[in-house]
């Protein structure tokens, strides 16, 4: 256990449907990233957060997805109007400092869109 | 997108050998990193190794740099069955906003034969 959980574990949608996780990271940590990971393939950055702002999105991200980190803790990521080839893990991080260093990742939220 | 790129994609190697993996990078960093990840789970920070390194050792791991190539190594020795997962090596790329986030290559998969 790393410190970092997110929430849901598994979700199941259906085509259509908006779907919401969380990631609560470890408390001292002001950054807070975000990635997709499909299977076979490196974690994709989706957005990262210092404290609560958002610094950086990825330009591949669809408007459907948002990300949230009120009060620089726990944050959330939305996606709306969910298709199949959103299917994938979701994979939440976080680290401390002002650089990028070690990250702490969490056991990610499986998405499956039916 | 991906920052690196690892190459084998695969290695099988028997319990006792040593494994090499390799990474390729595109753009300027200020440290380079290496996960591990076992099947279904969250990545595991391995050893970071900062620009004006060349080289760090970790028990029985041992990561080389050269950013004139923008490239990077991870060696693995005494391999056991345990080290059986995917090795990715991460990167602070510089992203179009100018900041840097932490990126992931696409990833090695060992399977070590016991």
């Known amino acids: 256990d790393t410190g970092v959980s997110q929430d849901p574990r598994h979700k199941i949608t259906k085509r259509g449907q908006n779907v919401t996780f969380r990631c609560d990271p470890i408390?001292?940590?002001?950054?807070l990233y975000w990635y997709r990971q499909t299977l076979g393939q490196g974690p994709e950055f989706l957005t990262y957060?210092?404290?609560?702002?958002?610094?950086?999105k990825s330009r591949l991200l669809s408007d459907r997805f948002s990300a949230e980190r009120p009060k620089g803790s726990f944050s959330t990521l939305e996606i709306q109007r969910t298709e199949q080839g959103d299917s994938a893990m979701y994979l939440c991080?976080?680290?401390?400092?002002?650089?990028?260093?070690?990250?702490?990742f969490g056991q990610g939220t499986r998405l499956t869109v039916v | 997108s991906q920052q690196g790129e690892e190459d084998p994609q695969a290695l099988s190697i028997q319990e006792g050998e040593n494994a090499t993996m390799n990474c390729s990078y595109k753009?300027?960093?200020?440290?380079l990193q290496w996960y591990r990840q076992n099947s279904g789970r969250g990545l595991v920070h391995l050893i970071l190794?900062?620009?004006?390194?060349r080289e760090k050792h970790s028990g029985r791991l041992r990561v080389t740099l050269d950013t004139s190539k923008k490239s990077s190594s991870l060696l693995i020795t005494a391999s056991r069955a345990a080290d059986t997962a995917s090795y990715f090596c991460?990167?602070?790329?510089?992203?179009?906003?100018?900041?840097?986030?932490?990126?992931f290559g696409s990833g090695t998969r060992l399977q070590v034969q016991p």
């Open positions: 408390s001292e940590h002001n950054r």
């Open positions: 957060f210092q404290n609560e702002a958002q610094l950086e």
């Open positions: 190794i900062r620009s004006n390194e």
């Open positions: 991460a990167t602070d790329a510089r992203m179009d906003t100018g900041r840097r986030a932490l990126t």
């Open positions: 753009t300027s960093i200020n440290n």
């Open positions: 991080a976080s680290s401390f400092g002002e650089m990028n260093t070690e990250a702490f």
